[in-house]
């Protein structure tokens, strides 16, 4: 049985989008992790990890991978709000199966390894971790205009007035 793994690079210098590829077999940090941190613990080569699409297995001692399949990486659009970007990336990991998600913080260039133990806890240790990079995103998703017109305001005077009697 694999114990599947997202590698993630998250990209907040050119956009806000989260390249990724789905690893296979053993993506345990002990294995994967060790890997990642071994041979692609820089930016490029992060990058060049997670655009790969498919991972069938990554030797954490020589950090060569093998693929039995071809997929391209996926590039997801995160939303502007810091909260929902990272509910969207780990809900790419639930939707990989995945049991561990590596992704890679490309302001302080390092991968961030997050346990699959649900998404709303997968979400707060992505959000605890990664809480630096707030000021990226916009903090509240856009709002409507909460202003009123001074025809709304007396509409509304005129049915308390109304309800009130």
């Known amino acids: 049985m694999g114990t599947r793994a997202l590698i993630g690079y998250l990209d907040t210098d050119n956009g806000l989008k989260l390249t990724s590829t789905y690893n296979h077999y ?3 940090p002990e294995n994967l992790g060790v890997g990642l941190e071994n041979f692609y613990n820089n930016d490029a080569k992060a990058e060049e990890i997670a655009n790969v699409g498919y991972i069938s297995y990554l030797d954490p001692e020589t950090g060569k991978w ?3 399949n071809e997929s391209p990486a996926e590039v997801t ?4 709000n810091f909260n929902e970007a ?7 990991i639930e939707n ?4 561990y ?4 913080d490309n302001e302080n260039e390092e991968w961030i390894t997050i346990d699959n133990k649900g998404i709303n806890s997968m979400t707060k240790d992505l959000e605890m971790a990664l809480a630096h990079l707030k000021g990226k995103f916009d903090m509240l998703p856009d709002q409507p205009d909460q202003t009123r017109s ?5 509409e509304l005077q005129s049915l308390r007035h109304l309800v009130c009697r």
């Open 26 to 28: 053993d993506g345990y």
């Open 66 to 68: 093998d693929a039995k």
């Open 96 to 99: 990989y199966g995945a049991d």
């Open 86 to 92: 990272m509910m969207t990336i780990t809900e790419k």
């Open 150 to 154: 001074e025809e709304h305001t007396s």
């Open 77 to 80: 659009q995160l939303p502007n």
């Open 101 to 104: 998600g590596y992704v890679w």
